[in-house]
């Protein structure tokens, strides 16, 4: 019996749920946010842009990382970008491994920055520690319902070793 309410309640949930649109604070450009009333996801390797996220579809051509997979303009079979140009002068282009080729302390040399909301080592997550560890920052910070941290169970605290 306790099955068919969460069943029922989830349902309900999703039902009631509403899809709104929002504009880019970086492109300008309308894109789907998130259900409303759902309880947010996680992985959000920029929690500083709601066009970025898990799932959102990758914008060729824009030199950024838009499905937080760690890669940029890669192409619809996940292929990386072979663009070989250094648009911010950091060394390292999209073809080499750049998730941001607009910001040069965005790329694969550098240390993660705890705290900023952002994947600065492009490895697809946002605010590791130096073990690796993923944040445990269940906050959204941008309004996309996605959060840091890789799920609610890790955000909790339940996960942490």
């Not at 990758?58 to 030199?63: I, K, Q, R, T, Y």
């Not at 998730?99 to 790329?107: K, L, T």
């Amino acid at each position: 019996m306790l099955h068919r309410r969460v069943v029922a309640l989830i349902g309900a949930c999703a039902i009631g749920a509403v899809s709104v649109a929002h504009t880019s604070p970086r492109s300008g450009h309308y894109v789907p946010s998130r259900l409303l009333g759902s309880i947010a996801s996680g992985g959000d390797c920029n929690d500083t842009d709601a066009a970025v996220y898990p799932g959102h579809p990758e914008v060729v051509a824009n030199g950024y990382d838009d499905d937080c997979d760690g890669l940029a303009d890669e192409d619809i079979n996940n292929n990386p970008s072979g663009d070989t140009t250094d648009a911010d002068a950091d060394n390292f282009s999209l073809a080499n491994g750049d998730c941001n080729d607009h910001v040069a302390s965005i790329n694969p040399g550098v240390a993660e920055i705890v705290g900023n909301y952002l994947d600065d080592d492009c490895d697809g997550l946002a605010d590791e520690d130096m073990a690796d560890h993923p944040s445990n920052d269940s906050a959204d910070h941008d309004g996309d319902h996605v959060t840091i941290a890789p799920d609610t169970i890790f955000a909790s605290g339940f996960e942490q070793s």
